[in-house]
C-alpha cells in the first residue's frame, strides 16, 4: 500500500474517532458542564461525567463548598462516579477539575443565601392610580364658530401622561378641571410638563370655551386610574415584599404600561367564570371584597407583574408554611402544579405539565410553555382563563414561576415566567454579593 493511500486512511481513521469522542457520552456531558454553579446555601448537586479516569477537584475555599462531603482543599476520586458538590455557607468559590496536573474546566460556585416565601394563588382586586393623568384620546370642542381640539393643536399625543400643570403635580382628573376653568376664564394659556417615552417635554394648550356647557376643555380625553383584578403570586415574610400578575398592567385605550402614582390591592371573589375556546380566552368574574381592608400596596407595574408590601399574607391561603424557590436552572419539563381561585375566594391545586424550558441568563418574560392537564379545571375552566395571571406554577415541592398568558388558539396551554425574574423586580435580593475569597 503506498504511503499517499495510507496518509488517506490514516485521515479517515482520525475523523471517525473524532466523531465517536464528539458523540460519546462523557464528551457530551463533559461539554455540558456549566461555568457556573449556583447553590442555596445547604444544598447540594451532582456532577456526573462518566470518565473512565482519576483525577482531582480543588475548591478555593472549602468553608464555602466541600466535594464529596469532605472539607479538604483538594480532593481525590474516579471521574467514572458523581461529583458532589456541598454547599455550605454563603459566599463564593472555585472548584478545579484535574487530570493529572491538567486542569480540564474551572466553575464557579455561588452558594445563595436559603430564601423560603408563601406562594400566593389568591384572588386578588387591583386598584391603580396613574403617576399623573394619561391622555387616552383627542375630542373636538364646539365653541358655538369652530370645532377644535386643543390638545391636538398644542401636539400633545395619545399616551402622553401630564405631569404637570403650571408647575404643580397633578393627581387626578378633578384637580385637571379646575385649572382648566381658571385659565380659560383668565383667558391664559396652560404650561403642561409631559412625560413621552423616556423623556419629558413641555407645551402650551389654550383651553376652549365649549358653547354649549359653558365649561373650558383642553380637547383630551384623560384617564387618572385602573382597576382591575388578579392572582397573587407570591409573599416574602421577611421582607413583606410581594408580587402579583405575572404581567404589567396596561391601559386599555393606549395599550401602554400604567406608571403608577399610588395603588392598593385588596381582597377578590370569583362569582363566575367564562369558559376558554379557541379563538376566545375565557375570563373570570369577580368582585372586590371589603374595599376598605387593604392588603398592600403597589409601587412599581413591570413588564414582570406588580409589586408592593403587604403587613400579612391573607388568610384564605392554602400553604401555612414558606416554600423553597427554584433558581432559573433548576425548572424542568414534567409535571407542576398551579394555585388558584376558580369559586369565592378558595385556593385550590391544579395540575399542569410544563412541556417547553426557555433557559434565560437574563430577566425575559415567556420562560416556560405549560398545558393544563387536571380534568377538574379543563371542566370549569377550559383551561387558563383571563384572571388567571400570577398564579404561582410549583415543581417539585418548590415555587418555580407564574402563569402569564393564555394561548388565543389553545385555552389550554399558555406562557409561564421563573420566579427568579418576578423575586428581583420586587426588590427580593438572591444574589450573593460578596467576593472571592484569597486561597
Known amino acids: 500500500m503506498s504511503s499517499k493511500i495510507k496518509k488517506k486512511w490514516l485521515g479517515f481513521l482520525l475523523v471517525a474517532l473524532s466523531i465517536l469522542t464528539v458523540f460519546s457520552t462523557p464528551f457530551q456531558e463533559f461539554a455540558s458542564l456549566p461555568d457556573e454553579v449556583r ?27 466541600g ?68 391622555v387616552v384620546g383627542h375630542h373636538l370642542v364646539d365653541d358655538g364658530t369652530n370645532k377644535v381640539s386643543p390638545g391636538e393643536a398644542a401636539k400633545i399625543q395619545v399616551g402622553d401622561m401630564i405631569l404637570k400643570i403650571n408647575g404643580m403635580y397633578i393627581n387626578d382628573i378633578e384637580e385637571v378641571g379646575k385649572l382648566v376653568q381658571e385659565a380659560g376664564e383668565k383667558n391664559k394659556p396652560l404650561s403642561l410638563l409631559l412625560a413621552r417615552g423616556e423623556g419629558k417635554i413641555e407645551v ?33 415574610p421577611e421582607s413583606k415584599k410581594y408580587g402579583a400578575l405575572g404581567h404589567v398592567i396596561s ?5 401602554k404600561p400604567i406608571v403608577v402614582g399610588d395603588g392598593h390591592i385588596v381582597q377578590s371573589q370569583v362569582t363566575s367564570i367564562e369558559k376558554g375556546q379557541n379563538g376566545a380566552p375565557g375570563e373570570k368574574f369577580a ?31 392554602m400553604v401555612k408554611e414558606p416554600i423553597p424557590i427554584a433558581l432559573t436552572e433548576e425548572v424542568k419539563e414534567g409535571p407542576a402544579e398551579i394555585l388558584t381561585v376558580v369559586d369565592g375566594q378558595k385556593v385550590e391545586k391544579f395540575d399542569i405539565e410544563i412541556v ?29 382563563v383571563q ?27 399558555g406562557y409561564g415566567l421563573f420566579i427568579e425574574w418576578m423575586l428581583k423586580d420586587a426588590g427580593v435580593n438572591i444574589e450573593n454579593k460578596k467576593g472571592l475569597k484569597a486561597s
Open 39 to 65: 447553590l442555596f446555601e445547604g444544598s447540594v448537586k451532582n456532577i456526573n461525567l462518566s470518565m473512565p479516569v482519576s483525577g482531582s477537584v480543588t475548591t478555593t475555599d472549602p468553608d464555602i463548598v
Open 67 to 134: 466535594i464529596n462531603g469532605t472539607s479538604k482543599k483538594e480532593t481525590n476520586l474516579k471521574f467514572n462516579s458523581p461529583v458532589t458538590i456541598n454547599s455550605k455557607q454563603t459566599g463564593q468559590s472555585k472548584i478545579e477539575l484535574k487530570v493529572g496536573n491538567v486542569p480540564i474546566k474551572t466553575m464557579s460556585v455561588n452558594v445563595l443565601k436559603d430564601l423560603k416565601v408563601y406562594p400566593g394563588g389568591q384572588s386578588i382586586g387591583v386598584q391603580l392610580q396613574t403617576a399623573g393623568v394619561l
Open 204 to 236: 402650551e394648550l389654550t383651553p376652549a370655551l365649549d358653547a354649549k356647557d359653558k365649561a373650558y376643555r383642553m380637547g383630551l380625553y384623560i384617564r387618572d386610574s385602573a382597576a382591575g383584578v388578579g392572582t397573587l403570586t407570591f409573599y416574602d
Open 251 to 255: 391601559d386599555i385605550d393606549t395599550g
Open 287 to 317: 368582585i372586590f371584597k371589603d374595599e376598605r381592608k387593604k392588603l398592600g400596596n403597589i409601587v412599581k407595574n413591570s413588564p414582570f407583574g406588580i409589586f408592593g408590601t403587604m403587613d400579612t399574607y391573607p388568610d384564605n391561603n
Open 356 to 384: 417547553n424550558v426557555i433557559q434565560q441568563q437574563f430577566p425575559a418574560t415567556k420562560g416556560m410553555i405549560i398545558k393544563v392537564t387536571d380534568p377538574d379545571l379543563l371542566k370549569k375552566t377550559g383551561g387558563i
Open 387 to 413: 384572571g388567571m395571571s400570577g398564579s404561582p406554577i410549583i415543581q417539585n415541592g418548590k415555587l418555580v414561576g407564574a402563569v402569564t398568558h393564555v394561548f388565543v388558539n389553545d385555552p389550554t396551554s
